[in-house]
């Protein structure tokens, strides 16, 4: 059983930073990949980053690339999203995610993650 809780999430004005965090428990050593979706209202989820766990290897969606940095503890079994140059259009539910199967390969689709959290709200005004 694994369970994830994100934090972080707050009412920015556009040009701020937020850092987001996703806390996991239970048994997740067996898993490599891990990931940060958002979703705004009336759109599919999307992937906007994602990190493995033994090197610490990254990938960014295009749209948050040289703004939003992902990195990990594994000794806190936490992994945080640091948002920078915040826009309107990052407004969303962030959600943490861990993939079961994955190994090397940080897959942006979110059929292949197994693991969910609640989520936390972004909002970015202007």
């Known amino acids: 059983q694994v369970q994830l809780v994100e934090s972080g999430g707050g009412l920015v004005q556009a040009g701020g930073s937020l850092r987001v965090s996703c806390a996991a428990s239970?048994?997740?050593?067996?898993?490599?990949?891990m990931g940060w979706f958002r979703q705004a209202p009336g759109k599919e989820r999307e992937f906007v980053a994602g990190?493995?766990?033994?090197?610490?290897?990254?990938r960014y969606a295009d749209s948050v690339k040289g703004r939003f940095t992902i990195s990990r503890d594994n000794a806190k079994n936490t992994v945080y999203l640091q948002m920078n140059s915040l826009k309107p259009e990052d407004t969303a539910v962030y959600y943490c995610a861990l993939d079961r199967t994955g190994n090397y390969v940080i897959n942006s689709n979110p059929g292949a993650y197994d693991y969910w959290g609640q989520g936390t709200q972004v909002t970015v005004s202007s």
């Open positions: 239970g048994r997740t050593f067996s898993f490599n990949i």
């Open positions: 990190i493995t766990r033994d090197i610490g290897s990254t």
